[in-house]
C-alpha cells in the first residue's frame, strides 16, 4: 500500500505512527501545577536527545479541543506559564497498570499519584517529586517547547529537557555506569493498547562484523 498521510483521517495517520514506530520506550512523566498539584501521565513519544548535555525529549499532543494536557501546561517555560520543570520517571514491569491507569482523564486539580495509588518522592533539583517506586528517575529543565502546530487540535509538541539530576536505584547500576537491563523491566508500548516486555535480548557488534554472525533470532 502506497500512502499519502495528507489524503488520511488524523485518527489513520496516528494508527500508522503508533503501529510502525514500536517497540516506543514509555516516559511516566511527573509534573507539578505552577498552583502546586502533582501531576503524572505516560508518553511513549519518548526519546534521548544527546548527552552534551544530557537532553530528553517527549511529546505531549493537544487535546482534541486544541488546549494543553497538564503535563504540558505544567512543563512548559515559566516565560510561557508553566513551571520549566518535569521529571522522566520510567514505565517498568511492577507498576505497568497503574502507568495506563494514569493515562485517564483527570481534570488538574487531581494528583493521579493518589488516584493510581503510587507514592510521590521529594525530587533534588526540581519541584516536581519523581515516582519513589520507579527505579530511575531523570529531573529535567525544560529548554524548549516546539509546537507542530500551534494550539489546533491534536497538533504535536516536543518538549526538550536537560537532565539536571539523576536517580538510579543501586541494584540496577555498575560503577562503570552500565544498566542491569534484565532487572529493569522496562516496558514498551505497541500499537492500539499493546505493550511489550524487554525479557527477550541480544546483542550485535555496532559494525560490519556482525554480518559474519550468525542469525541471532535464526
Ligand atoms: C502508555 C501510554 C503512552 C502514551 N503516550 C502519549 C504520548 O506520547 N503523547 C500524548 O499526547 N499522549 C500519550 N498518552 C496519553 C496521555 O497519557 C493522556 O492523554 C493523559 O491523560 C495525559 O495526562 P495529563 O493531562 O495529566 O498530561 C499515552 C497513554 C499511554 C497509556
Known amino acids: ?24 520506550p514509555i516516559a511516566f512523566i511527573s509534573t507539578v501545577s505552577p498552583e502546586g498539584v502533582p501531576n503524572l501521565a505516560p508518553f511513549s513519544f519518548f526519546n534521548g536527545v544527546g ?20 503535563t504540558l501546561r ?22 505497568i497498570r497503574q502507568v495506563a491507569a494514569a493515562a485517564d482523564g483527570y481534570g488538574p486539580e487531581v494528583s493521579e499519584f493518589e488516584e493510581v495509588g503510587l507514592t510521590p518522592a521529594p525530587s533534588i533539583r526540581v519541584k ?27 497538533g504535536g509538541n516536543i518538549v526538550i529537557g536537560r537532565v539536571t539530576h539523576m536517580f538510579v536505584r543501586d541494584d540496577l547500576i555498575n560503577e562503570r555506569f552500565h544498566i542491569n537491563q534484565d532487572q529493569l523491566g522496562a516496558v514498551g508500548r505497541m500499537g492500539g493498547l499493546r505493550y511489550a516486555t524487554t525479557r527477550a535480548q541480544f546483542e ?3 559494525n560490519r562484523e556482525a554480518l559474519n554472525l550468525p542469525d541471532p533470532l535464526g
Do not use: W
Open 74 to 95: 505544567n512543563a512548559k517555560p515559566v516565560s510561557e506559564g508553566g513551571t520549566g520543570q518535569f521529571v522522566v520517571n520510567l514505565a517498568v514491569e511492577p507498576y
Open 204 to 206: 550485535l557488534p555496532a
Open 51 to 70: 548527552s552534551n548535555p544530557m537532553t530528553v525529549l517527549f511529546c505531549p499532543a493537544n487535546q482534541p479541543n486544541g488546549t494543553e494536557k497538564d
Open 128 to 154: 516536581a517529586p519523581r515516582v519513589a517506586e520507579s527505579p530511575v528517575a531523570m529531573e529535567c529543565e525544560t529548554v524548549q517547547v516546539v509546537r507542530t502546530n500551534g494550539h489546533e487540535p491534536v
Open 1 to 24: 500500500m502506497e500512502i499519502n498521510p495528507a489524503e488520511l483521517g488524523i485518527p489513520e495517520r496516528y494508527k500508522l505512527l503508533i503501529g510502525t514506530i514500536v517497540p516506543r
